[in-house]
């Protein structure tokens, strides 16, 4: 089946009826077969009451007491639903209500016991929506009658049976391999997968880059389809490309990226900069206009938005569109291309006078990498200027820079503007973090140059997707203010607008979250409050960066402030976006090559330029420029006719959701395959002793951060053989009993590489040295007891180290 339960329930909102034909198109049902299976589908959820037929089309049954969630289990079998509405309660599923669902799939609950104050309402699963797990990471075994292969993720709780396919399952015991799901569960029959692909032993670890595919179930090719689909596109430029269009071939045009190599990131942004006189600029920001050339439910849009973004496997890239795409797309050098621009005129200070965004024609002149963006922004430095900077960033000299020298002046310009910006985003609370930045760790650590490779960092929400990350070299704020200016500025036009589209949110930290950390923060030493007792506003953490800043802890309060924060979402609803200080709405518009909910926010802006009214009827004599901010205050009629506005609020409303997920997924593998060459450069390094900070502290133990590598490791408390150790919540410590020896939160310690799990990246550290006496007036905490706390249905997810 090409699409899920989700995505056909997706289309329905509200109590609208939707036609077959409808649901054919908006699903992709081309021939007899998928539409035959459609109405198979349809007709099973009519008779489970899900769906209702009323003169030929369809409505969606809402119930109070049913919702929809994502099932989250824990390796010792608890279960619950999470609901994707904000502060909704998650829902505790016993084993046996489960009715097949494992772990990740988005299901359809039937609350059948409210919650209490101590205890999570109960449910259970009614339908299963979409299976995350068409494939898994397993191990194969030989049972009584044939083969089984037991998943690697503990939180699947079953064994799959093995289908024979060509495959030496004799061969296969023992071995890790990719299994491919046949057939879910059905009533007592197991699920029953195939061997894809047998990635080796213990003794002969397979390529992270497979595992962490298989994993995730990622998908590593384009079907012939789409790529054909591909090949169609135009390679050169035609007079009707052209036509309304604004051109800018002839501005002196530049793009700053990532390292220059084949398998880098595609080019989606580029600058200009025009004195305009009397302290004011004339900036422009062009991202390549992708949307152009991708129609709406065409292969390579269904592709696009089943991938939902891009993911960066250290040298491989897992693109969204085929390279095709982007030979036509991104913003290559000497080359005409297609751009959406937002043009800006700025005065000197970082203030944003006007601004008008068009459709336009643009030719880049120079392409620069940070490097050499931040060599000339500092050759005029002093020596002594320069002495300062990390030297973990190589720079080229001014000798290799002479190919840039038309554009040196426009780079200082542009430096000096992105940090008058960059003025104006703190002015208004917003905030760096300083976090160790992992985009070049080769020249950090030469020896660990073959297990940690580049990893790619978007431009506009730093390496966390939620907030800005201080990074080492200085030039590359001018493309991260410029791109986060350019994303806000286009959410305040669509609001201006007032049509649809998909905005960032980023929510505050729940106040109680951050009077924890206070209190924890207060026992460190550190004398923090918050404006507002029960409100967390943008500021406050800003004046907890500066505080942290001057502690010799800066790094573990960092990391805690961190673990605060909120998930950042896409979301149908303009909302508050916690990380950057802004209230009133934020986008993602910058990387349409590489995110969808880029590309969607283009194809409104073309809805714009191509279908909006510009009056409010023909009879008006005044009217507005769309394009141009002149226009925010003074729109009171629906810009887009009602057939495209509606088309495309419902298209956003069922696919957000998905978005945010597949955004998740891909930061999961990421940090899975970082993890896994960890794994691997720390097994080399079994018995060797390192320094290390200790970055948390829990019941079993506590974790070390070795910072020279970026790797941490967990040192369980039953290595401690010198005494008994407590463990204070509150101070976030182990004391022993006896000889009042402590170790906690952000004390430097000696550690040795004890064993390393490497399929599961956990590194066993024990201590050798470090840890500090406990002070006299040190009172111990009250004793919970494990028996206490299982208590309650309510167990949190179990970490790796449970």
Same mark, same amino acid.
């Given at each position: ?149 037991? !998943? ?135 991202? =390549? ?38 030979? *036509? ?53 002093? !020596? ?90 200085? =030039? ?23 049509? !649809? ?6 929510? =505050? !930290? ?40 001057? $502690? ?77 901010? $002149? *226009? ?171």
């Amino acid at each position: 089946m090409e699409f899920s339960i989700a995505e056909l329930l997706a289309n329905f909102t509200d109590d609208k009826l939707v036609a077959p034909k409808a649901l054919e198109k908006k699903l992709n049902c081309k021939d007899e077969t998928s539409q035959r299976l459609l109405q198979i589908v349809l007709d099973a959820l009519e008779k489970a009451n899900i769906l209702v037929r009323e003169r030929g089309k369809y409505r969606r049954i809402f119930e109070d007491d049913v919702v929809e969630g994502k099932l989250r289990c824990s390796s010792k079998g608890f279960c619950f639903a999470i609901q994707d509405v904000e502060g909704s309660e998650d829902i505790y599923i016993r084993e046996s209500h489960l009715n097949t669902a494992w772990n990740g799939d988005r299901v359809l609950v039937k609350v059948t016991k409210e919650g209490t104050r101590r205890r999570s309402p109960e449910g259970e699963v009614r339908l299963i929506l979409d299976r995350a797990n068409s494939s898994v990471l397993a191990r194969v075994k030989q049972a009584e009658n044939g083969y089984r292969a037991t !998943p690697l993720d503990d939180r699947l709780l079953f064994e799959v049976e093995l289908k024979e396919n060509g495959v030496n399952l004799e061969e296969a015991v023992d071995q890790l391999a990719h299994v491919e799901i046949l057939r879910y569960p059905l009533g007592n029959h197991p699920p029953l997968g195939r061997v894809a692909q047998i990635l080796g032993s213990d003794a002969e670890a397979a390529s992270e880059y497979d595992i962490v595919c298989c994993k995730h179930d990622l998908p590593r090719q384009f079907s012939e389809a789409v790529l054909e689909e591909a090949k169609s596109l135009p390679t050169k430029l035609r007079k009707a490309d052209l036509k309304q269009r604004v051109d800018l071939r002839l501005l002196p045009t530049i793009t700053i990226d990532g390292p220059l190599n084949p398998t880098g990131p595609a080019i989606d942004d580029a600058l200009t900069l025009e004195e305009l006189g009397a302290d004011h600029w004339r900036l422009g920001i062009h991202i =390549a206009d992708v949307s152009y050339y991708i129609e709406p439910d065409s292969r390579l849009d269904i592709e696009a938005r089943r991938r939902g973004t891009s993911i960066y496997l250290g040298e491989n890239v897992l693109r969204m569109l085929p390279e095709r795409v982007h030979q *036509c797309c991104s913003l290559a050098a000497g080359q005409d291309r297609l751009a959406v621009s937002v043009l800006l005129t700025l005065t000197s200070d970082g203030q944003v006078v006007e601004f008008e965004i068009q459709p336009t024609v643009i030719q880049v002149d120079h392409r620069l990498d940070y490097q050499q963006a931040q060599a000339i922004v500092q050759r005029h430095d002093s !020596p002594e200027d320069s002495a300062t900077r990390p030297a973990a960033y190589p720079l080229p000299t001014l000798d290799e820079l002479r190919e840039f020298e038309p554009v040196f002046e426009m780079l200082d310009q542009l430096f000096i503007l992105s940090q008058a910006i960059r003025a104006q985003r703190l002015q208004r609370g917003a905030f760096d973090l300083n976090l160790p930045e992992k985009i070049f760790p080769n020249e950090a650590n030469p020896e660990l140059s073959k297990f940690l490779s580049t990893k790619f960092q978007y431009d506009d929400e730093g390496a966390l997707g939620a907030m800005v990350v201080s990074s080492l070299l200085p =030039a590359r704020s001018i493309v991260t203010e410029l791109m986060l200016l350019a994303n806000q500025i286009v959410a305040s036009h669509l609001l201006a607008l007032q049509v !649809p589209a998909i905005y960032r949110v980023h929510r =505050a !930290p729940d106040p109680s979250d951050v009077q924890e950390l206070l209190k924890l923060v207060s026992n460190m030493g550190i004398d923090a409050h918050l404006e507002q007792e029960d409100v967390v506003h943008p500021r406050d953490y800003q004046r907890l960066v500066e505080q942290f800043a001057e $502690s010799k802890t800066e790094k573990v309060l960092t990391y805690l402030l961190l673990s605060t924060f909120k998930p950042a979402v896409y979301s149908t609803t303009p909302g508050q976006h916690f990380g950057l200080a802004l209230d009133d709405g934020y986008t993602h518009f910058t990387s349409p090559l590489r995110r969808y909910p880029d590309l969607l926010v283009h194809r409104v802006l073309h809805a714009v330029f191509e279908h909006g009214r510009d009056r409010r009827s023909t009879r008006s004599k005044e009217k507005v420029d769309l394009r141009h901010s $002149s *226009c925010h205050g003074q729109i009171t009629w629906n810009v887009l006719p009602t057939d495209i506005q509606t088309e495309l609020e419902e298209a956003f409303a069922a696919v957000v959701v998905h978005l945010t997920e597949q955004e998740k997924l891909a930061q999961e593998a990421e940090a899975d395959l970082e993890g896994l060459k960890k794994a691997e450069f720390m097994q080399q390094h079994t018995g060797k002793i390192f320094h290390g900070l200790i970055t948390g502290v829990q019941s079993y133990g506590f974790f070390v951060e070795i910072e020279e590598l970026l790797v941490e490791g967990l040192v369980h408390v039953s290595s401690l053989k010198d005494d008994w150790y407590e463990y204070r919540s509150r101070q976030q410590k182990l004391v022993g009993r006896k000889n009042r020896k402590q170790y906690k939160l952000g004390d430097r310690v000696e550690v040795q590489v004890k064993s390393v799990d490497y399929y599961r990246q956990q590194i066993d550290l024990v201590a050798v040295g470090g840890g500090s006496e406990a002070p006299d007036e040190d009172e111990p905490e009250e004793v919970v007891l494990e028996d206490e706390l299982e208590d309650a249905n309510e167990p949190e997810e179990v970490e790796a180290y449970d």
